[in-house]
């Protein structure tokens, strides 16, 4: 009886050591994740929380060593929206120029895109594979090798200091990954839809319009979006071909405040946080789409 | 109509046929001509501004004294140093915590999924706002790092843009910082494409922990990795942005790399050739990287 009572005394113990073991493995574990989750938080907010501290500052006062707005004020938020400074006198001509740059180069990265992959992918035209590749060379050489020969190449073409300019550079860097994305997901839409069209008498520009375009929404999304940020946070061939302040865009236009010792720097960075805003809300908007959008261009392994 | 009768012959043809043939049976006619319509636009553009630049690129880099030149200039010498080390430590130093990053992203804790969305920002993000500030918060003494220096600890701050290892360190921190999420994401993907079975399996045979990751998830993301290590390498080479905005080149352009130091020869000293062979001179190192990289895709789908 007695042993019998000692062993289950024992077991007891045993077990709530081990218990308690575990629970101490796990809450270690825990805290570490939370460690670790706080190391990157702060890593990740550091630079955005020295622009904001910024562009908080009174004019005049930035020079200051310390870290935290001691008068925090949204003046200079309110002088990059009325253009109140000398340097932000074309802060909304330069916004409208990389909204429109933006735009149009969604817009003809898709068409452009949709077309080409259209023709390869649906129709079959021989040697397709071969416009496929060769668009994909163009990545071989990174863009800000070629900066140098494309600026004199846009002098020769007389479009110097003219957003067609960089409309085409970004384009021509824009449209390989979108006929990439759109072959990959083409093959999951059957060919056969494009046949029975066919056999009821529609025209390749019909199919393309009516049913090839809806059918390829998605990619059609994902490619948009990602065109749509590659032209309004590219810097080099903007800062290289948009020369005047009334044709260039924000980015140019931010850098240039760094040329100077005198610029006021609060207004910088609200110019930068005002900028920023719109590709950080269409990503959290788009957040699931986009990763979509990687993953069916074929990174996902 | 014409194209009634083509279509009904089409029609015939597809019932008689295999299906693939009804594309290419009538593809002589209106369809050849609407397919090669449809390319051409395509075409034109890729003609005009990718063919074109490149062949004048290799027309302005084609006189050997160039090559000459530079190799004569102390400067170009310490630009491809430069141009390494940036490139070889940013690069590897960011994949290898992105991957590190991406199995700590896999816990299901609140936290570690509240923290996944705040880590995204940098990618988010612009990269001009984001090197400016990384510019403005290692300035001087004025400077954020620098006042949380003499803040929290009472030590005074080094001038970081004055040294040409902390400003290459910058620069170099500010890249990691701006595109380590992006690939931290990919390794992201990869790693929840794993089937479930795969580690129920692996642990049934012992292998947890650090075990797991040596022995599952190494050998099926290898190829992952080395494919997003290459591509990555590719870009990072013509990175222009960071070195010009971060540490702007100084002291002295001595923390320049390839692509800011053609753009200074062509556009600050007037010698457009000499920047054009400075960025050409990193062709012998693109070009096998795309080989192996052509290389990895194509072994890509065995892999998982």
């Known amino acids: ?301 | 109509m014409s194209s009634v009768r083509q279509v009904l012959a089409a029609g015939l043809d597809a019932l008689n046929r295999p299906r693939r043939s009804a594309w290419r049976r009538n593809r002589h006619g209106s369809e050849l001509a609407w397919a090669i319509a449809f390319v051409v636009p395509y075409a034109a553009v890729f003609f005009a501004f990718v063919v074109y630049p490149v062949a004048y690129a290799l027309w302005m880099a084609r006189d050997p004294a160039l090559y000459r030149d530079l190799i004569a200039s102390p400067l170009y010498a310490q630009t491809v140093i430069n141009t390494a080390l940036f490139v070889g430590l940013g690069v590897n130093v960011k994949m290898f915590l992105a991957l590190m990053l991406s199995g700590f992203f896999m816990r299901r804790r609140w936290w570690v999924k509240a923290t996944l969305p705040v880590f995204m920002l940098p990618w988010a993000l612009p990269a001009i706002p984001a090197f400016v500030s990384f510019h403005w918060m290692l300035i001087g003494e004025e400077g954020l790092v620098d006042g949380l220096l003499s803040a929290l600890f009472g030590i005074q701050g080094p001038l970081w843009f004055n040294d040409r290892g902390l400003a290459l360190g910058s620069n170099i921190v500010a890249y990691i910082w701006k595109w380590m999420p992006f690939w931290t994401l990919t390794f992201y993907a990869a790693r929840t494409a794993i089937p479930h079975e795969i580690y129920e399996a692996a642990a049934v045979d012992g292998a947890t922990g650090s075990r797991r990751f040596t022995h599952v998830v190494l050998p099926l993301l290898g190829n992952l990795y080395l494919v997003c290590t290459l591509l990555s390498t590719l870009w990072t080479i013509g990175d222009f942005t960071t070195v010009s905005l971060v540490s702007e080149g100084a002291p002295a352009y001595s923390t320049d790399v390839l692509a800011t130091l053609g753009f200074h020869y062509a556009f600050d000293a007037a010698q457009p050739s000499l920047g054009v062979a400075a960025v050409m001179s990193a062709l012998p190192v693109l070009i096998p990287i795309v080989i192996i990289l052509m290389c990895a895709l194509q072994t890509r789908e065995v892999q998982l």
Do not use: C
């Open chain 1, 1 to 301: 009886m007695s042993t019998i009572a000692a062993d289950a005394r024992l077991a007891t113990r045993a077990s709530s050591r081990a218990h308690s073991s575990e629970r101490l493995r796990r809450y270690l574990r825990n805290l570490g994740t939370l460690v670790l989750s706080t190391v990157i938080v702060v890593w990740t907010l550091a630079p955005l929380y020295n622009m904001v501290l910024i562009s908080l500052e009174p004019e005049g006062d930035v020079f200051t060593d310390h870290i935290w707005p001691r008068v925090p004020s949204v003046e200079s938020f309110w002088g990059v929206l009325t253009q109140g400074h000398w340097y932000l006198e074309h802060f909304w001509r330069q916004f409208a120029n990389s909204l429109y740059i933006g735009l149009m180069v969604t817009f003809f990265a898709l068409l452009f895109g949709t077309l080409t992959s259209f023709a390869i992918g649906r129709m079959r035209i021989r040697h397709g594979w071969l416009v496929t590749n060769a668009a994909l060379l163009t990545y071989v050489i990174p863009a800000s090798f070629l900066a140098i020969p494309f600026y004199r190449i846009m002098q020769n073409y007389g479009l110097a200091n003219n957003p067609w300019s960089v409309i085409a550079a970004l384009v021509a860097f824009a449209t390989p990954y979108a006929i990439f994305v759109f072959q990959e997901y083409g093959r999951s839409i059957p060919i056969e839809v494009d046949e029975s069209a066919r056999i009821d008498g529609a025209s390749p520009p019909q199919i393309y319009l009516r049913i090839y375009l809806p059918l390829m929404a998605p990619a059609l999304v994902a490619v948009g979006t990602y065109a749509l940020l590659l032209a309004w946070n590219e810097y080099l061939y903007q800062f290289l071909l948009l020369s005047s302040k009334s044709s260039m865009t924000v980015p140019v236009a931010l850098a240039q405040f760094l040329s100077s010792d005198q610029s006021p720097w609060n207004y910088m960075m609200a110019t930068a946080i005002i900028y920023a805003a719109p590709p950080v809300a269409i990503y959290y908007a788009f957040r699931r789409r986009m990763t979509a959008g990687l993953t069916m261009g074929g990174v996902k392994g």
